[in-house]
């Protein structure tokens, strides 16, 4: 029990007396002592639900007993967002000393390639007097390390083809549209990932397949639904074949 509150029970109570005595009356003391007793400290909460990155993950799961995290993202990603989540209500926090409220992502922050970014986040408890602090020690891979890893060719590949012209992916899975193949009936290869490793797993035509009908020359993917684009089909009125 804090100083500031032993003071304002022991002056509620002597001041209850004097009224009593004066002929005042009970009311004010009961009034008074029992909002004094039901008064709850603020909470020194300096903890977190969850940390996430916009970009990949911590390198790790998140441990709210974990302070320090190491990830790392590919060259691509020049800059990341962190949501920190609260785990008290009452709290605040910070993401590199900019406020940011709880379970919403942070401002946008830049990321050298080749270096590591600190990240810090911190949270001031309800009191006002406590904090916590979590790091996110973030690297961001070099133009070096971005190699290719792969070269794809379809499986019955053929001069004019246009294999590459439409390409989409999803996760491990990759769609090729090859609008010119078989006289530019055109075609779709779907390759997947196991690793570091592609692999052809089909070999993709329009159901009404006619030459020049330019099957293929737009691709979309999504999970495991893949819509491709014929813009000639019918006398150049188009259509749009979904597999799944």
Known sequence: MGKVYIVRLVFALALSAFMISCGGGSSFD????????????ASSDTGLLNLELSSGDLGTDFDPEVTNYYPQVNFL?????????????????????????SGIAS??????????????????????????????????MSAADFAQHAYLKASNAEGNDAFGYSVAL???????????????SGAVYVFTRDGSDWTQ?????ASNAESMNIFGGSVALSGDTLAVGTPYEDDESGAVYVFE
């Open 107 to 140: 401002n946008s922050i830049s990321l050298a390639a080749g270096a590591y970014t600190e990240i810090w986040i911190e949270v001031t408890a309800e009191d006002g007097i406590s904090t916590g602090k979590y790091m996110i020690d973030l690297f961001r």
């Open 30 to 41: 009961s009034q008074e002592v029992s909002e004094l007793e039901s008064a709850t400290p």
């Open 77 to 101: 990603q020049s800059s990341v967002t962190v949501t920190p989540t609260l785990s008290d209500s009452g709290a605040t926090v910070t993401v590199n000393g900019e406020a940011t409220p």
């Open 170 to 184: 999803s996760g491990d899975t990759l769609a090729v549209g090859a609008y010119g193949e078989d006289s530019y």
């Open 201 to 205: 797993e089909a070999y993709l035509k």
